[in-house]
Nanobody, 115 residues
Framework: VQLVESGGGLVQPGGSLRLSCAASGFTFSSYAMSWYRQAPGKERELVATVTSAGRSTNYADSMKGRFTISRDNAKNTVYLQMNSLKPEDTAVYYC?????????WGKGTLVTVSS
């Protein structure tokens, strides 16, 4: 299993970013996928989850209405569209797979929201 995140960077408050996670080494279309984030000095927290076919999504309360998770099973990629970004969204964002009871993580991509 390999998960590779990309798309992070520096953005001003109120701006937008789109993160991508390219997956390989497993049957991508058979598994739900999630995004997590970890801010400096804080525990890793769930951001959003999308079901295997992409028909259902769930979000942490603080991200509802601002973030959108989606996936393209033809490209083995899961996305996180982030709008109206706030300084408190600054974190390393990780792609996550749970397969056979095991957690798999990418190396993460850093998002910094600052003026």
């Amino acid at each position: 299993v390999q998960l590779v995140e990309s798309g992070g960077g520096l953005v001003q408050p109120g701006g937008s970013l789109r993160l991508s996670c390219a997956a390989s080494g497993f049957t991508f279309s058979s598994y739900a996928m999630s995004w997590y984030r970890q801010a400096p000095g804080k525990e890793r927290e769930l951001v959003a989850t999308v079901t295997s076919a992409g028909r259902s999504t769930n979000y942490a309360d603080s991200m509802k209405g601002r973030f959108t998770i989606s996936r393209d099973n033809a490209k083995n990629t899961v996305y996180l569209q982030m709008n109206s970004l706030k300084p408190e969204d600054t974190a390393v964002y990780y792609c996550n797979l749970i397969r056979y009871g095991l957690n798999y993580w990418g190396k993460g991509t850093l998002v910094t929201v600052s003026s």
